[in-house]
């Protein structure tokens, strides 16, 4: 199934022995069939929280309030076997770690057929024969040899080829990167979003693409949502969000980011202060304590949703359509 996804007023709790952790309020975020978007924001800003309840991953410590629709379907409403039965034949993920994505005593060859357990309509030649196929796809050529390799045989590159391929595999409507380059050295890092460039026009399904990394964002994405605190704080296509951003927090992460250095700096920006604590929130907006352009209403009152154009909004006081 290809269908939309939509998160309405979305907001998860923890619940702690030192008190309720607040990770998501009121996230609203829409994608369509055949867009890649971009999840972004420094770490601890609730982007993989926001992935594991869009999985049904979440654990059980966890409250859910507001809606995931999936299609038809409230994910949010589900019960654990229809979860189960949705994870994999429809949302797959991609996590960040390749090192621990597979079983270190089976060979890739048998975990990757174990991936298509729902194909009850081929036989196990069909699934090696379309192993053989998608690991030719992400770049993985000798595929018997490879199906016969164990995972530590695999340097930490090709273990994340093998896991898109095993994502790719299930047929998902919607696929979830989370953090996919982070555990990957600078030139793995360019191969995997080439890969997932050249991938983005053969799936028609919806791409959800989560790093700290601005250059894989924009690399990659086509619409983009800026987190900070458990909150979107601004959301807009790709060129708006990189070259008209209006929050103060994402012109804060571009001003930091290095790529955008061509000289050499003795100390490199950064943002002060840190995020606040997610059992004791500000009571006005989440970002005042660090904002340079704070004001009057913003330590007291929570800011307005501005919508600036059909695609861009940002949540801030200081902001004007």
Not at 136 to 152: C, L
Not at 154 to 176: E, N, Y
Request: with cysteine; aromatic share 4%; charged share 20%.
């Amino acid at each position: 199934m290809t269908a939309s996804l939509t998160v309405e007023n979305l907001s998860v709790r923890y619940r702690t022995p030192h008190g309720s952790v607040h990770a998501l309020r009121h996230v609203n975020m829409e994608a369509r069939p055949g867009e890649v978007i971009g999840i972004v924001g420094e770490s601890g800003c609730g982007k993989s929280t926001l992935v594991t309840a869009l999985a049904n991953l979440l654990p059980a410590n966890a409250s859910v309030d507001g809606s995931i629709r999936y299609g038809a379907l409230d994910l949010t409403g589900l019960d654990e076997r229809h979860r189960r039965a949705l994870r994999g034949d429809e949302i797959a993920l991609v996590g960040q770690d390749p090192m621990t994505a597979f079983n270190p005593v089976l060979t890739i060859g048998d975990q990757l057929i174990d991936f298509q357990h729902h194909r009850k309509d081929i036989g196990r030649a069909d699934k090696k024969n379309r192993i053989a196929d998608m690991l030719a796809k992400v770049g993985i050529s000798d595929a018997d040899r490879r199906m016969a390799n164990y995972p530590h045989e695999l340097s930490g590159g090709m273990r994340q080829r093998v896991a898109i391929a095993a994502a790719l595999l299930t047929d998902p409507g919607l696929l979830i990167a989370d953090e996919p380059t982070t555990a990957l050295d600078v030139t793995m890092e360019a191969q995997i979003i080439h890969l997932l460039r050249e991938l983005r026009r053969e799936y028609n399904g919806v791409i959800i693409v989560v790093s700290h990394h601005l250059g894989v964002i924009a690399e990659l994405c086509d619409r983009v949502y800026v987190m900070y605190a458990g909150e979107v704080v601004e959301s807009g296509d790709v060129d708006a969000i990189f070259h008209d951003a209006r929050h103060p927090y994402t012109r804060a992460l571009l001003a930091c980011d290095p790529a955008r250095f061509h000289e050499r700096l003795e100390r490199l920006p950064t943002i002060p202060g840190s995020l606040p604590s997610l059992t004791q929130l500000p009571v006005g907006c989440v970002y005042a304590p660090r904002c340079a352009d704070c004001f009057e209403p913003c330590p007291v009152h929570p800011p307005p949703v501005v919508r600036l154009s059909a695609d861009h909004a940002v949540s801030c006081h200081g902001a004007r359509a």
